[in-house]
């Protein structure tokens, strides 16, 4: 009986083992196939809650103070948020999807890229400034990776553009419970949510547009097998064998 529940012991630990296959990236990519890949990426689009950072620039600067206005962190608690710091920076996105800009009034920004704003403020500003240059930059860009990864959490990007890998080696890289082969992502499209899910085993999904994250991301990498089996009856091991125990010591009294 003894060999039994050792052999059985063994069987479950080696059944929730992961293998070399189960965490190596990129497994379709050998020296022969190496080359370029094209990702494609897509600006984003500004959403609610967006903070924007606006800079103006023109041949006479003095034609551009009714444009301007200086935010100042005066009466701001010392312990005030990073998003409260980025809100001394920039315009809020409100829940209607406008802007309200000096000289200009409300802009309507939900679902632009940052190009297409500047465009707008140098067309409305154009008109009574000469030359006037816009720079729009999204100062939130957010992303937020949980599950089997070393560092969960929401991590906000200076860029407007982050890798997939990039936001993963953020996030300490998945762990080795973490399925390469089933990393989620989920994102934002105006009132719906587009969800995929990528194999990171493979190179196919580099050249999609999920490569390059978007605001708002969201990605999840689930538990691989042998993590779920670990999770459940399989990795209460003790639990196991105690049971198997008393059912192999019935038998042998029932069948003496």
Known sequence: ?????????????LGSCATKEDVIY???IDNASLGSVSAVYEHPEIQVNDILKIDLSALNPKSLVPYQFEKTAEGMPSKASQTELLKLEGYLVTEAGFIKYPGVGKLQVVGKTTQEIEDLLESEIGKYVKNVTARVRLVNFKITV???????????VSEESISLPQALGLAGDLTIQGS????????????????????LTQSNWM???????????????????????SAGIVGNLGTVLSVVSILLSAAVIIFR
């Open 26 to 28: 990129f497994q379709d």
């Open 146 to 156: 949980i599950g089997e990864v070393k560092q969960p959490g929401t991590y906000t």
């Open 207 to 229: 050249d999609t547009p999920y490569y390059f994250l978007q605001q708002n991301d969201i990605v999840y990498v689930k538990p691989n097998t042998a993590k779920v089996k």
């Open 180 to 199: 390469r082969e089933n990393v989620l992502v989920i994102r934002q499209k105006g009132d719906s949510r587009e969800k995929i899910r990528l194999d």
């Open 1 to 13: 009986m003894k060999k039994i529940i050792l052999l059985l012991a063994i069987t479950l630990v």
